[in-house]
């Protein structure tokens, strides 16, 4: 595993390390209120494409065979084509709405981004690591070239669009994506019952966890406007980017190790039991200075990399600086519950976590303008972390997940 995470940690290192290092550029050519615009179509793309396939990718590490992978990626092209249209009548109607055009763009981003995820758990359950951190490379850093590239162009809310989108198909070719699976129709049908619990448990649960975002930036831009949006979006992509550096390498390694430690039914054993609590005890010693560093230096560090018209975005980075650092710990753990078949548990925990941070922001945005939002978030969600990452630490040993999940 330690092999797998390092060769993913350094091809995340470099994916982030370009947008990162981009970012002060592009918040010179890009305003406040155009990153509002796009992070508001970057949340709904990117809720429509995490549920596009039915979520029926994260089965392709459990396939017992090619022949049931093939079938697989079959069924979740199938319905990517039909996340697509219905996608696009979703464009067409936004687009009528605003009285703009780049609503338009809506299927191209939740397709690409949907194949990027199929492509992605295909090349997981080959193990292909090195192909998996070209991919990132390719996808994040190649983004924020070409947005880079549009803002000097003067490409404006289209610009910032499209560049992640093709830098998505980029991805895609360097995943050494097949092409179109061919599998009967009895085949694909099969399987889609045989792993119906993606459908049905995990489905719900990564489009509310995405929608979380898309209320997040629509609420703010709803109550102080674009450029309240655009400070958000630039400071959660930041703050989030050791999450998403660590957390998408540990879990992508981690998944496979927990999966064939879960036997036939799915519970949980000592050993997969401590893989997870030593991985929970290494991130929380990597997340304890980022939330110092955020608590001390976050406004200054803002204001002096993006210019003084993003000082709210500091304001703000130091007010989420807990609840930063617990989503850095918890951010590859969602592959656990997968793994232990425990979906309808942690579906069920989601909600309540979701409807938390979406109550601690409304009543943060009414009582401190941004910056309370930021302090209401932290509080609130320091205790939903703490009791989930007890619940895990302490998960009953081959325990069938109903029984798990309904004595909390």
């Known amino acids: 595993m330690r092999r797998a995470v390092l060769t993913l940690l ?35 793309a990117a809720n429509a494409a ?80 090195r192909g998996l951190a070209v991919a990132r490379v390719v996808q994040h850093g190649g983004g924020a070239l070409l947005q880079l590239a549009a803002g000097l162009l003067h490409a404006g809310v289209v610009g910032l669009i499209v560049a992640p989108i093709a830098a998505a198909l980029a991805a895609v070719a360097a995943l050494g994506w097949p092409g179109p ?24 649960h990564a489009f509310l ?41 540990v879990s992508q390694a981690l998944y496979p190790r927990l999966t064939p430690a879960s036997g036939q039914a799915g519970g949980c054993t000592a050993a997969g039991r401590a893989l997870v609590l030593r991985t929970m005890l290494l991130l929380a010693a990597l997340a304890a200075p980022l939330v110092a560093v955020l608590w001390w230096l976050g406004p200054a560090l803002f204001t002096w990399a993006f210019g003084p018209d993003w000082a709210d975005a500091g304001l703000l980075a130091r007010a989420l600086a807990v609840y930063i650092g617990l989503h850095f710990i918890a951010s590859p753990l969602g592959v656990v519950t997968m793994a232990w078949q425990a979906q309808a548990w942690a579906l069920k925990l ?25 302090w209401a978030v932290s509080g609130a969600m320091a205790l939903y972390f703490g009791w989930y990452f007890s619940r895990l630490a302490t998960w009953p040993l081959d325990v069938p997940p109903a029984v798990a999940g309904a004595t909390p």
């Open 181 to 204: 699976a061919q599998a009967a129709r009895t085949q694909w049908q099969s399987v889609a019952r045989l792993h119906r619990s993606f459908p049905i448990l995990n489905t719900p």
């Open 10 to 44: 350094a091809g995340g290192l470099l994916a982030q390390a370009l947008p990162l290092l981009l970012g002060p550029w592009l918040t010179r050519l890009y305003s406040p209120a155009e990153f509002g615009v796009y992070h508001l179509f970057a949340a709904v």
């Open 50 to 129: 995490v549920v596009a396939c039915a979520r029926y990718e994260f089965a392709l590490p459990l396939a017992a065979d090619e022949a049931e992978a093939t079938a697989l990626r079959a069924l979740c092209q199938r319905l990517l084509v039909a996340s697509m249209a219905l996608a696009a009548v979703g464009g067409v109607a936004w687009a009528v709405v605003s009285g703009q055009a780049w609503p338009l763009w809506l299927p191209a981003a939740v397709g690409a981004l949907g194949l990027v995820s199929l492509a992605t758990l295909n090349a997981t359950r080959a193990q292909r690591f």
């Open 209 to 249: 966890g995405a929608l979380q975002d898309t209320l997040a930036v629509a609420l703010i831009a709803g109550s102080l406007g674009p450029a309240a949006a655009g400070a958000w979006g630039l400071a959660l992509r930041y703050l989030k980017a050791p999450a998403t550096l660590v957390g998408g390498a």
């Open 350 to 374: 989601a909600l309540v976590g979701q409807a938390v941070f979406v109550a601690a922001l409304a009543g943060g945005l009414a009582w401190g303008g941004l910056a309370g939002a930021g």
